[in-house]
């Protein structure tokens, strides 16, 4: 038996058929938001406050009730690397007790740390608490000069963990000012999108039509200085900004566990890229140059900068071989790290300003001056308390300190905040001062 078909009959087969394998919804934006909403989390932080009312502190004590009040407040953030990096806004985790990550993919819950974060520039590095060898779905980075004014983006977020948020939009301005340094950003510096940005997707991603991170969500203007009312007007910190505050926050030069490598890579390039090679550093000392090409560590590709310092970490006390390519030649450099504080150190700080320093929760205290240093010089004196260095809130400790000091370029001053307690009769008296030194060439 045999069957015959009308040409007509077999073009609407033919039509039948494709409609099945081409879905007319399946345009950009989708395959932009399926690829980019794995790595769209959900932010949400405990934060305990003090109360400060006597009367109130007096009644909660009779009732055996705590002394602070807890707020929880949400936002969002997005996984850049796949060993459970993160990034979001700082004002999302500032004074956070606890943070609790949720994936709107997921039903699962983590808990986060803060690995460092940035006042000024109002991003942050989290950690996700995984299952050991736990992987996660990594948003892509665009390049930093990778920008088109007017194409299409989308404004991703988690808020209130109710699950992925999406809004389109065009980009309808990029940064107009670079930052100055030590300044925070503002308006001038970020992206503009009339894609709505939701209460909530503060730390969210900003997303081009590959699905490439462009910037991170920040603030929504909602009326001018005036006070008229405004709509459509969302501002997000461009990944060029991101990537600065990310090698200034998490810098290669020194690798966690308190290893001195000395070399810096380009935050999200593929393959990385060194930037900045410190001078007598491991690094230095390896034989890398600026414009290396990264090509392994240890036998190992990394993927990103994060993975970068794992994997040196990893081999922190042996020679590490790293693969460079420099050119069309590709080669390679032994290094051999060590410990921060064998250089980082009292010693260092000594030299190069003719001060010992004594860490206090006021600041530094000076303990010693040398007359014929920069600090005794310039009058400085045993009690004075160091409260800004550079016009910024000193660095933690020491060691920071001392990393501050060996950055600076020859002839490069250093400006010091001090309180200087002045004794008249039996009362001590505060008074503040400022001073500029020109560490010492070492």
Same mark, same amino acid.
């Given at each position: 038996?045999?069957?015959?078909?009308?040409?007509?009959?077999?073009?609407?087969?033919?039509?039948?058929?494709?409609?099945?394998?081409?879905?007319?919804?399946?345009?950009?934006?989708?395959?932009?938001?399926?690829?980019?909403?794995?790595?769209?989390?959900?932010?949400?932080?405990?934060?305990?406050?003090?109360?400060?009312?006597?009367?109130?502190?007096?009644?909660?004590?009779?009732?055996?009730?705590?002394?602070?009040?807890?707020?929880?407040?949400?936002?969002?953030?997005?996984?850049?690397?796949?060993?459970?990096?993160?990034?979001?806004?700082?004002?999302?985790?500032?004074?956070?007790?606890?943070?609790?990550?949720?994936?709107?993919?997921?039903?699962?819950?983590?808990?986060?740390?803060?690995?460092?974060?940035?006042?000024?520039?109002?991003?942050?590095?989290?950690?996700?608490?995984?299952?050991?060898?736990?992987?996660?779905?990594?948003?892509?980075?665009?390049? %930093?000069?990778?920008?088109?004014?007017?194409?299409?983006?989308?404004?991703?977020?988690?808020?209130?963990?109710?699950?992925?948020?999406?809004?389109?939009?065009?980009?309808?301005?990029?940064?107009?000012?670079?930052?100055?340094?030590?300044?925070?950003?503002?308006?001038?510096?970020?992206?503009?999108?009339?894609?709505?940005?939701?209460?909530?997707?503060?730390?969210?991603?900003?997303?081009?039509?590959?699905? %490439?991170?462009?910037?991170?969500?920040?603030?929504?203007?909602?009326?001018?200085?005036?006070?008229?009312?405004?709509?459509?007007?969302?501002?997000?910190?461009?990944?060029?900004?991101?990537?600065?505050?990310?090698?200034?926050?998490?810098?290669?030069?020194?690798?966690?566990?308190?290893?001195?490598?000395?070399?810096?890579?380009?935050?999200?390039?593929?393959?990385?890229?060194?930037?900045?090679?410190?001078?007598?550093?491991?690094?230095?000392?390896?034989?890398?140059?600026?414009?290396?090409?990264?090509?392994?560590?240890?036998?190992?590709?990394?993927?990103?900068?994060?993975?970068?310092?794992?994997?040196?970490?990893?081999?922190?006390?042996?020679?590490?071989?790293?693969?460079?390519?420099?050119?069309?030649?590709?080669?390679?450099?032994?290094?051999?790290?060590?410990?921060?504080?064998?250089?980082?150190?009292?010693?260092?700080?000594?030299?190069?300003?003719?001060?010992?320093?004594?860490?206090?929760?006021?600041?530094?205290?000076?303990?010693?001056?040398?007359?014929?240093?920069?600090?005794?010089?310039?009058?400085?004196?045993?009690?004075?308390?160091?409260?800004?260095?550079?016009?910024?809130?000193?660095?933690?400790?020491?060691?920071?300190?001392?990393?501050?000091?060996?950055?600076?370029?020859?002839?490069?001053?250093?400006?010091?905040?001090?309180?200087?307690?002045?004794?008249?009769?039996?009362?001590?008296?505060?008074?503040?001062?400022?001073?500029?030194?020109?560490?010492?060439?070492?």
């Amino acid at each position: 038996m045999s069957f015959k078909f009308s040409a007509s009959l077999l073009a609407c087969f033919c039509l039948a058929a494709g409609a099945q394998e081409t879905d007319i919804r399946r345009d950009a934006t989708v395959n932009a938001v399926e690829q980019v909403m794995p790595t769209v989390v959900n932010i949400a932080t405990k934060v305990k406050v003090q109360v400060r009312n006597p009367l109130e502190q007096m009644r909660r004590q009779m009732w055996g009730q705590p002394l602070f009040d807890e707020f929880i407040s949400q936002g969002s953030g997005v996984v850049i690397d796949e060993n459970g990096y993160l990034l979001t806004n700082e004002h999302v985790i500032e004074n956070a007790d606890r943070i609790q990550v949720r994936f709107g993919t997921t039903t699962n819950t983590y808990e986060a740390t803060v690995v460092s974060s940035d006042e000024k520039s109002d991003v942050a590095l989290l950690k996700l608490q995984g299952k050991p060898g736990e992987k996660f779905r990594a948003i892509k980075m665009a390049r %930093e000069d990778d920008l088109l004014l007017g194409e299409t983006v989308l404004a991703l977020g988690n808020p209130v963990g109710l699950g992925g948020s999406v809004t389109r939009g065009i980009l309808s301005s990029k940064s107009r000012i670079a930052p100055q340094e030590g300044e925070a950003l503002d308006i001038p510096n970020y992206l503009q999108t009339d894609a709505p940005i939701n209460p909530g997707n503060s730390g969210g991603p900003l997303v081009n039509m590959r699905g %490439e991170l462009i910037g991170i969500n920040a603030r929504v203007l909602t009326q001018t200085a005036n006070g008229t009312p405004v709509q459509g007007i969302g501002f997000a910190i461009p990944i060029r900004l991101v990537e600065e505050s990310l090698s200034e926050i998490m810098p290669t030069e020194f690798i966690k566990s308190h290893w001195w490598f000395g070399a810096r890579v380009k935050v999200g390039s593929y393959p990385l890229v060194v930037t900045s090679v410190q001078p007598e550093s491991p690094a230095g000392k390896a034989g890398l140059k600026t414009g290396d090409v990264v090509m392994q560590v240890n036998g190992k590709v990394p993927k990103t900068f994060i993975d970068f310092g794992d994997l040196l970490a990893a081999g922190a006390e042996t020679d590490i071989p790293i693969t460079i390519r420099r050119g069309q030649d590709v080669n390679d450099v032994h290094v051999r790290m060590v410990p921060e504080q064998t250089v980082f150190n009292t010693k260092m700080i000594r030299d190069k300003l003719g001060l010992t320093l004594q860490q206090s929760p006021n600041g530094f205290v000076i303990t010693d001056v040398q007359p014929d240093s920069p600090a005794g010089v310039a009058g400085l004196q045993p009690r004075m308390i160091i409260q800004a260095i550079d016009l910024q809130t000193p660095p933690e400790n020491i060691e920071g300190v001392a990393k501050l000091l060996y950055e600076k370029k020859k002839g490069d001053p250093v400006t010091i905040d001090l309180i200087v307690l002045e004794q008249n009769g039996s009362l001590t008296m505060l008074r503040r001062g400022r001073v500029q030194l020109v560490p010492r060439a070492t």
